[in-house]
């Protein structure tokens, strides 16, 4: 018997006048069962499991990031101030479990909630789970994502030095993984070296991109907005000031598909699936594939991955892309990597539906559907291995559905990679030879399949879902993830690299005692007329090369750079500068400030004054930090520091040093994070909401 909820559940709500009542769509189609059934891809009884569990509500899944140093604190509140109180509780009847981890995510930093979200509210323990998870989720120090999603990224052994392009990714759960592993050095005080270009076709999800990925702080983000297919090859210039195309040690294809994998928590694809959803998409997906194996480094590796079952979409697709590039790829047995994880092998065989609904045996028989070759088996399946890729089945462990390959470049493929190579062994390539072919190779990739199908206007977007948080809401109410023409009209300011010199940089290095270690040459600015010099960024240096390149024209970058200063207005008596430090940059600058002029450590409750008052007066702190302002000359842009393991109820055993950016005026602190974080952090540590403010940092 589970402990029974202490809330009482909600009465219904009724209709107001001329509303339509809520209609739950109807989950069977007769078409996908026969379709699937054809494939062979479980046993009769399996697949009746898999139909069947096809028709549930997903659970919620979230990840604690990596970039954050508190990650494992946040993981022992979850285990030690929310687990023990969840234990076998009672929600109309139905004993829960409580959240537990995955067992395939490293560092249990992976976890589901079973509940339905339907019920959560009606618990007082899992609906205060459930807060908790959307106040972090804001913060940037969670992030809730599928489960099945979250696998992509973890086979493509990123590291921290690596330059890696995801193609295709709007709303950035993926991305996020990916930065996250190039900050995996972060706790060893190293700078981040790797570069992380994302990309997406559509200018408005680009920008729910980057509203996604700035929780992360990463100076070597990158989003750009280019069609997958198209983009474009940049010539960047090396530290022996030779001239390179770019090219990546790690590329994910995670391409637009018909996205019937996601069916669970996408009501909608039941009634619109059909056999030329996929088809509409194939070559698309080939198209995409190869420009991502163009830009990958020999020696690199190039993750392809569809939230759908549709073999059309996933085997075919890689096939056709190992055939195309003619052994330059090879497919990766990963059956020993994440270890708990259940999958399926590829299939080696498969039935192909025309439109119509009938099926076609063989290319020989397809002249009158015009469905080009490349979607049926191919003859040398075998040699492939296709049953290297994995195959993610919703039943296996109460997920949703996913395809994925994994694949090493072992061969050159394009006229970058023969330089790259010649380069290596002290050979030289004619460079207007080098631009000619990397021309036709982009032409290459728009001349595949051009007699395929048209694509079906009905397709749906491949992670359209009901909304669970606001990534999924803002995804829901944008376009759809189909491939659309670049937005060149809409032009983002350009990006100005500071030289070291520059009054600013110099001005800010003296004013906050930065090391010299930290690069001078990598701050950039926004170049717009009316703001230019109110915030100043930082790059990583392979940002700085792109922003270098003579191609940098060729590409449409939308955002990039993290934010580090800001200016608070003109310079007042007293204060040394009129910058401040950001909320964004301080965990990167911060180790790098050589004096603690203008750090002070304040108690835990002065922390509580600091979020409970707007601007609190000097004499509302103890007069321990009463003292410590007094004795500290610094004025404007100051650093307060505070261990908040003891301020909640349960103190957690390991030390949650915290750094906040304040502005300090002669008697008055303002603290200079948003007021969304500074209510999140304050109903995270204290349990309370601050007094309401307008404005943010």
Not at 61 to 71: A, E, P, Q
Not at 184 to 212: C, F, K, T
Not at 634 to 642: D, P, Q, R, Y
Request: hydrophobic share 35%; charged share 30%; with cysteine.
């Amino acid at each position: 018997m589970g402990r029974k909820s202490r809330r009482a559940p909600r009465a219904p709500k009724q209709n107001g006048e001329g509303q339509k009542p809520y209609v739950t769509a109807e989950k069977d189609n007769a078409l996908f069962k026969e379709y699937y059934k054809r494939q062979n891809l479980l046993s009769e009884e399996e697949f009746d499991e898999f139909y069947n569990i096809l028709k549930t509500s997903l659970p919620t899944t979230f990840r604690i990031t990596g970039t954050r140093s508190n990650k494992t604190q946040l993981r022992e509140i979850i285990e030690t101030m929310f687990v023990p109180n969840m234990q076998a509780i009672e929600v109309d009847g139905q004993v829960f479990e409580p959240p537990k981890p995955l067992p395939w995510y490293p560092d249990h930093l992976g976890w589901q909630v079973n509940v339905p979200r339907t019920l959560l509210r009606k618990s007082t323990e899992f609906s205060n789970f459930q807060k908790f998870i959307v106040a972090e989720t804001e913060a940037g120090n969670m992030n809730r994502q599928e489960a099945v999603s979250m696998v992509p990224p973890l086979l493509m052994d990123i590291q921290p030095h690596h330059w890696v392009l995801d193609m295709c990714a709007a709303p950035g759960s993926k991305t996020a993984q990916i930065i996250e592993a190039v900050h995996s050095n972060d706790m060893s005080n190293e700078l981040p070296r790797g570069l992380v270009v994302a990309n997406d076709a559509d200018y408005r999800r680009s920008h729910m991109l980057v509203h996604q990925i700035k929780r992360l702080q990463s100076p070597c983000f990158m989003a750009t907005n280019h069609k997958a297919q198209q983009l474009p090859t940049v010539h960047l210039t090396d530290d022996k000031g030779d001239k390179m195309g770019w090219q990546f040690d790690r590329v994910l294809c995670d391409v637009p598909c018909s996205g019937d994998g996601t069916m669970r928590k996408n009501e909608g694809i039941w009634g619109d699936w059909r056999p030329s959803n996929g088809l509409g998409l194939h070559r698309t997906q080939v198209q995409i594939f190869l420009r991502g194996a163009q830009l990958t480094k020999v020696g690199g590796r190039i993750v392809y991955s569809t939230c759908s079952f549709n073999p059309v979409e996933n085997e075919a697709v890689v096939a056709e892309v190992l055939r195309l590039t003619d052994g330059a790829l090879e497919l990766q047995d990963v059956s020993d990597k994440l270890e708990g994880l259940k999958r399926k092998p590829g299939l080696s065989t498969w039935k192909v539906m025309a439109k119509d609904g009938q099926f076609v045996d063989s290319p020989a028989d397809a002249a009158a559907t015009g469905l080009p070759p490349s979607v049926f088996p191919p003859e040398n399946a075998a040699d492939l291995h296709l049953e290297r890729c994995l195959r993610i089945y919703p039943h296996l462990q109460n997920t949703g559905g996913f395809f994925v390959a994994v694949f090493d470049k072992v061969k050159p493929l394009t006229a970058a990679d023969k330089a790259a190579l010649a380069k290596s062994s002290g050979q030289v390539l004619d460079e207007k030879e080098v631009e000619a072919a990397e021309a036709k190779e982009e032409t290459l990739v728009e001349s595949i399949l051009e007699e395929d199908v048209e694509e079906s206007p009905a397709i749906p977007s491949k992670r359209s879902a009901t909304p669970e948080n606001e990534e999924e809401e803002a995804e829901r109410k944008a376009t759809n993830k189909r491939q659309r023409k670049d937005v060149q009209q809409r032009q983002e300011a350009p990006f100005e690299l500071l030289g070291p010199d520059s009054s600013d940089v110099v001005e800010l290095c003296k004013s906050f005692d930065i090391s010299s270690e930290f690069p001078r040459d990598q701050y950039i600015l926004r170049s717009e007329e009316v703001a230019k010099n109110r915030n100043v960024y930082f790059c990583s240096k392979p940002v700085k090369m792109v922003l270098e390149s003579p191609d940098k024209d060729r590409l449409h970058i939308v955002n990039s750079g993290l934010r580090i200063f800001s200016r608070q207005g003109s310079l007042v008596d007293g204060f040394e500068t009129p910058f401040r430090l950001t909320a964004d940059g301080l965990p990167l600058l911060e180790k790098y400030i050589t004096s603690d002029r203008r750090t002070i450590d304040i108690p835990d409750v002065d922390l509580r004054v600091l979020l409970m008052e707007h601007i609190p007066k000097n004499t509302l702190f103890s007069e321990e930090t009463q003292k410590k302002l007094q004795e500290t000359e610094a004025l404007g842009g100051c650093i307060f520091k505070a261990d908040i393991n003891k301020a909640f109820d349960k103190p957690l055993k390991t030390t949650l040093k915290m750094s906040l950016p304040v502005w300090r005026g002669k008697s008055s602190v303002n603290l200079l994070i948003n007021k969304q974080d500074k209510k999140f952090l304050c109903q995270r540590v204290y349990g309370i909401t601050p007094k309401p403010t307008t404005g943010t940092e």
